[in-house]
């Protein structure tokens, strides 16, 4: 059994315990929190589970780190504390434990990502020993292994195409929805989301992996965004409400050219309702879908919808990230110490007759 912590009990922290609580070959051993109000809390409940796991909650980072894991799945969020999430995830590197998150974008094509910031998570894991993961679902397996494996099935190739459809009224993440992302924002308001640059730094990995599992030469990485306003006040479940004349829809790519063409795509098409750019494309039911389209011979189309936590298609993707880093774990705890990507971390069969965590 390996040791595992896991640090962080948020959007994706509920469901990283989940994951190691039904898997086989993994220990919980320790779970961190930020908020004071968590600490004492028992895992299982914090988890949204039906029994006690017996692993209360605790903020005291150097007592877990020095109980030494032998894995940490570090699920507090970078999306606006990037420099805070690298400095923990050096610090649990030099313990020699294998790390697996979803926080560090430019990470996922750690081939690409800028020599400073590999020069430091190399250092980090030559102190320690350990092992680097760092994958999700968009970018993540919706854009790295799913679009790679289905390109398999054909005999040409002339377009791969990864999209996000999305309702992100159901993801519970307000300052993400809101201010990185712009929605119910005014349509001068620049998200930093969707800066210049910004959708490069995030999916542009995706995009160069993509290529080089599919052995093209990338000659630029474009981005295209489009921002539509609310006709219309809308009250949402869970983000509150958003005034017409704001943002509440944006659809962007991020295009990977080849022989000066767009050949390998991102594609994002977000809403905060379903009333607003209907002329979008749409998921096949629900509120969200990654969906896989190969232009081709043959014509491929694959779309993913993942539901958890009642019903909630947000919820599902978190899960599904999760299951994949998860997953990983025992194959990294394996290797030899080092910094992965989605290309060198294979994904593993699962297993029927894990624990049905409610």
């Known amino acids: 059994m390996i040791s595992t912590l896991v640090w962080g009990t948020g959007n994706v922290g509920r469901a990283a315990i989940r994951a190691v609580t039904a898997h086989p070959g993994l220990e919980l051993t320790g779970v961190l929190v930020h908020n004071p109000a968590k600490v004492g809390r028992d895992a ?17 980072v150097d007592a877990e780190l020095a109980a030494g894991p032998r894995a940490i799945v570090y699920a507090a969020s970078g999306d606006i504390r990037p420099d805070d999430a690298l400095a923990d995830i050096e610090r649990a590197l030099r313990t020699g434990a294998v790390v697996v998150t979803p926080a560090l974008y430019a990470l996922y094509d750690h081939r690409s990502a800028p020599i400073e910031l590999q020069d430091r998570v190399s250092a980090a894991i030559a102190a320690g020993g350990g092992a680097l993961f760092v994958s999700g679902i968009d970018p993540g397996w919706g854009n790295d292994v799913l679009p790679l494996l289905m390109s398999g099935l054909g005999s040409s190739v002339d377009v791969l195409r990864c999209q996000e459809i999305f309702d992100y009224s159901t993801y519970d993440q307000p300052d993400s929805v809101r201010y990185l992302v712009g929605m119910g924002q005014p349509l001068d308001y620049q998200p930093p989301m969707l800066a210049p640059t910004i959708p490069t730094m995030v999916w542009g990995g995706q ?7 599919l052995g093209v030469a990338l000659t630029d990485i474009r981005e295209v965004v489009e921002r539509r306003a609310l006709d219309e006040t809308v009250e949402t479940e869970r983000m509150g409400k958003f005034e017409a004349g704001t943002q509440g829809a944006v659809r962007f790519e991020v295009q990977g ?7 390998i795509v991102i594609e994002h098409i977000t809403r905060i309702h379903a009333s607003c750019a209907s002329d979008w494309p749409h998921p096949p039911s629900g509120a969200g879908a990654h969906r896989v389209l190969i232009e081709g011979r043959p014509r491929i189309e694959i779309t993913v919808q993942a539901t958890d ?6 919820a599902g993707g978190n899960a599904t ?3 994949r880093l998860v997953n990983a774990i025992p194959w990294l705890a394996d290797a030899e110490p080092g910094l992965y990507d989605a290309l060198d971390v294979p994904l593993p069969f699962g297993t029927l007759g894990r624990n049905p965590s409610a």
């Open 44 to 60: 299982g409940d914090l988890a949204g589970l039906d029994t006690a796991v017996g692993i209360a909650a605790t903020a005291d």
């Open 207 to 213: 995009i160069r992996m993509i290529a080089r599992g």
């Open 309 to 314: 936590e009642d019903g909630n298609h947000s």
């Open 257 to 263: 050219i080849v022989d000066g063409s767009p050949r």
């Open 321 to 323: 990230a999760v299951g």
